[in-house]
């Protein structure tokens, strides 16, 4: 079975528009929250729900180096 392509865009598409809701970066969008501060969250471990999916999300893509995937729709949602 492949993978919905409109379930991934809108996941990267959250990731560009929501904003950190508390803590030091709050107001921040997810996506450019930096990666040290990833690190520690994820090491404390992640919060529920969707806020901990999107972490664990923008997480991954920092940690693989697969930024570059989100410049063009990042460019869209300034």
Request: hydrophobic share 35%.
């Amino acid at each position: 079975m492949e993978p919905d392509p409109q379930i991934n865009s809108g996941i990267l598409k959250e990731l560009i528009t929501n904003r950190m809701p508390y803590g030091k970066y709050k107001g921040l969008r997810i996506c450019d929250l930096p990666e040290p501060y990833l690190v520690w969250m994820s090491q404390k471990g992640w919060p529920n729900g969707k806020l901990g999916m999107l972490l664990g999300t923008i997480y991954e893509i920092k940690l693989n180096g697969l930024e570059y995937l989100l410049k063009p729709m990042k460019q869209m949602y300034r």
